[in-house]
């Protein structure tokens, strides 16, 4: 069986707490956002990102990021993707918030290290289930500091911990040409939206089919 994980992020690795976030301060709070689909169901997340487009006349050639879109849009997009995950089961959320402010200064010291934490927390027991996972996050969120560190890291783990023979496939793609990212950049931006700005509407219609996690909370 083969797996396709699309991975965005919402918030930063920043820990300047001083200042207003978005006024010279850090996000509160750091979200990271997966959709997971069978490969022959790859077409399904992509097409209501399609169909958005059509319907609120966004610019087709320029990517639509959630921050750009409005409350209307928004809710709309979790009504759809709630929809989707009710028809198909076997299509998945997942999600993970860290608490910024509660995280240890000694883990501040290298945020790779708790970005990789999260997603193996997140994902590896998903991971292990299957043969094969083509992994294809957005390529802002692997760190340059890191290097090849992260697929190592969840490869490792999924080798000698968790008894899995599965092979990891990481492909980076821009959310900018790749309508799954820019699915999960939507799912990332309900669940940032609701710890970051309280702004829990369109949390409240995906929620009951989202599998969300918090850490240091």
């Given at each position: 069986?083969?797996?396709?994980?699309?991975?965005?992020e919402s918030g930063d690795l920043g820990w300047k707490f001083d200042a207003p976030y978005?006024?010279?301060?850090?996000?509160?709070?750091?979200?990271?956002?997966?959709?997971?689909?069978?490969?022959?169901?790859?077409?399904?997340?992509?097409?209501?990102?399609?169909?958005?487009?059509?319907?609120?006349?966004?610019?087709?050639?320029?990517?639509?990021?959630?921050?750009?879109?409005?409350?209307?849009?928004?809710?709309?997009f979790a009504e759809q993707a709630k929809k989707m995950r009710n028809e198909h089961p076997?299509?998945?959320?997942?999600?993970?918030?860290?608490?910024?402010?509660?995280?240890?200064?000694?883990?501040?010291?290298?945020?790779?290290?708790?970005?990789?934490?999260?997603?193996?927390?997140?994902?590896?027991?998903?991971?292990?289930?299957?043969?094969?996972?083509?992994?294809?996050?957005?390529?802002?969120?692997?760190?340059?500091?890191?290097?090849?560190?992260?697929?190592?890291?969840?490869?490792?783990?999924?080798?000698?911990?968790?008894?899995?023979?599965?092979?990891?496939?990481?492909?980076?793609?821009?959310?900018?040409?790749?309508?799954?990212?820019?699915?999960?950049?939507?799912?990332?931006?309900?669940?940032?939206?609701?710890?970051?700005?309280?702004?829990?509407?369109?949390?409240?219609?995906?929620?009951?089919?989202?599998?969300?996690?918090?850490?240091?909370f």
């Amino acid at each position: 069986m083969s797996l396709y994980i699309y991975l965005d992020e919402s918030g930063d690795l920043g820990w300047k707490f001083d200042a207003p976030y978005r006024r010279g301060g850090s996000s509160r709070y750091l979200t990271i956002s997966c959709l997971i689909v069978p490969e022959n169901k790859r077409h399904l997340p992509k097409r209501i990102i399609q169909k958005m487009y059509k319907k609120y006349k966004w610019n087709s050639k320029k990517e639509k990021k959630w921050s750009e879109m409005d409350m209307i849009s928004r809710c709309y997009f979790a009504e759809q993707a709630k929809k989707m995950r009710n028809e198909h089961p076997d299509i998945k959320y997942f999600s993970m918030t860290v608490s910024k402010e509660k995280v240890m200064s000694h883990i501040r010291s290298d945020g790779n290290k708790l970005y990789n934490y999260m997603i193996g927390l997140l994902l590896l027991e998903e991971m292990s289930s299957v043969d094969k996972i083509n992994f294809i996050p957005d390529p802002r969120s692997l760190k340059v500091e890191s290097g090849n560190s992260m697929s190592d890291y969840l490869q490792t783990k999924l080798w000698f911990e968790h008894n899995s023979k599965a092979i990891l496939n990481t492909t980076p793609c821009d959310s900018a040409s790749n309508r799954n990212i820019q699915f999960a950049d939507m799912l990332s931006g309900i669940v940032q939206g609701n710890y970051e700005d309280s702004n829990s509407k369109p949390w409240k219609i995906l929620a009951p089919v989202l599998r969300s996690r918090r850490l240091y909370f």
